[in-house]
């Protein structure tokens, strides 16, 4: 089993930046890669950017691209999402889950962070 934990959201005017964490624990070894997804109000929940948990294969959805940045600090088994250039449509809850070696499956999810955006 892989545990996930986000931190760091929270309310933020447009224009403005955010910082957030994903801590991964348990079997991480079964890891392929973590993705960040978000949950806009009445919305389906959409890709924002992903990496290869052995180094590499950075993606992110267009609308993000240039503002928003992914990392892992190999140290603390975190990945995080640098968000700068905040719009109110970034507004969501993100979520951060883990995709299995085993079958490509975003099999391990957090529990989410709010990302509110004010304009």
């Known amino acids: 089993q892989v545990q996930l934990e986000e931190s760091g959201g929270g309310l933020v005017q447009a224009g403005g930046s955010l910082r957030l964490s994903c801590a991964a624990s348990?079997?991480?070894?079964?890891?392929?890669?973590v993705g960040w997804f978000r949950q806009p109000p009445v919305k389906e929940r959409e890709f924002v950017a992903s990496?290869?948990?052995?180094?590499?294969?950075?993606r992110y959805r267009d609308s993000v691209k240039g503002r928003f940045t992914i990392s892992k600090d190999n140290a603390k088994n975190t990945v995080n999402l640098q968000m700068n250039s905040l719009k109110p449509e970034d507004t969501a809850v993100y979520y951060c889950?883990?995709?299995?070696?085993?079958?490509?499956?975003?099999?391990?999810w957090g529990q989410g962070t709010q990302v509110t955006v004010s304009s």
């Open positions: 889950a883990a995709q299995s070696v085993v079958d490509l499956a975003y099999e391990y």
């Open positions: 348990g079997r991480t070894f079964g890891i392929y890669s």
């Open positions: 990496l290869i948990w052995s180094g590499g294969g950075i």
